[in-house]
């Protein structure tokens, strides 16, 4: 029953997490309150956060019994994983604005926008030629590398977490493409969503030529 219960309160905060961001929510709050429209995304990091910790120490009181953990040789995959994390993480914030993530731009703006980045800059350097979202992507890493030992309760939460990341994309891309159209269709042409297959598949091609090469 518990476990039912914890499945369900991850749902639920993940369905209020995409609700709250929604274009609807924050076009209306932006007509009707334009006020606290500056202070919305520190609202809105408030309240994930707040309401996440708490699920978070539920899920770790639930526990049950280990689906998997990182044993032996396992534990260097588990090492990679994390730092392939944190790489994407720390190439990430070179293009995203730090400032605009925790609402502190806005806050001088006295615009609400919520995306993780408001650059137009869709060029294809560094990893943003490998992947179009480097933290999500991270993010996902991340889930499945931060224990050592994933019980059922943690288990059950990261693969809620993961569809989520996963669904959020695919919401985020939209939202991009009704912002950018043309510029951000081109980019997802040569750059894949979350992992780098374009780029592996490019890589392979100019290993394959240059071996050709006499």
Not at 9 to 17: P, R
Not at 57 to 82: A, H, I, K, Y
Not at 160 to 179: D, N, P
């Amino acid at each position: 029953m518990k476990l039912v219960l914890l499945g369900f309160l991850w749902i639920c905060w993940c369905a209020m997490h995409s609700l709250l961001i929604d274009f609807r929510v924050t076009d209306f709050i932006h007509q009707q309150l334009p006020r606290l429209i500056r202070y919305y995304r520190m609202l809105y990091n408030g309240v994930s956060l707040l309401t996440l910790v708490p699920l978070a120490l539920f899920t770790r009181l639930v526990g049950g019994e280990v689906v998997f953990g990182w044993q032996g040789r396992t534990v260097l995959c588990r090492t990679l994983l994390l730092a392939a994390a944190l790489a994407l993480f720390l190439a990430g914030a070179k293009r995203y604005d730090l400032r605009h993530f925790l609402g502190l731009r806005q806050l001088q703006s006295g615009e609400g926008q919520l995306l993780l980045s408001d650059s137009p800059d869709f060029s294809e350097t560094g990893v943003f030629g490998m992947t179009r979202h480097p933290w999500y992507l991270g993010s996902l890493l991340l889930i499945w590398s931060m224990l050592p030992q994933y019980p059922l309760s943690a288990f059950l939460a990261a693969v809620v977490l993961s569809i989520y990341i996963v669904v959020g994309t695919f919401l985020e891309e939209r939202k991009i493409l009704a912002r950018y159209g043309d510029a951000y269709r081109y980019y997802q042409q040569r750059v894949s969503m979350l992992f780098p297959w374009k780029w592996l598949k490019r890589k392979m091609q100019e290993v394959l030529s240059s071996r050709r090469r006499p």
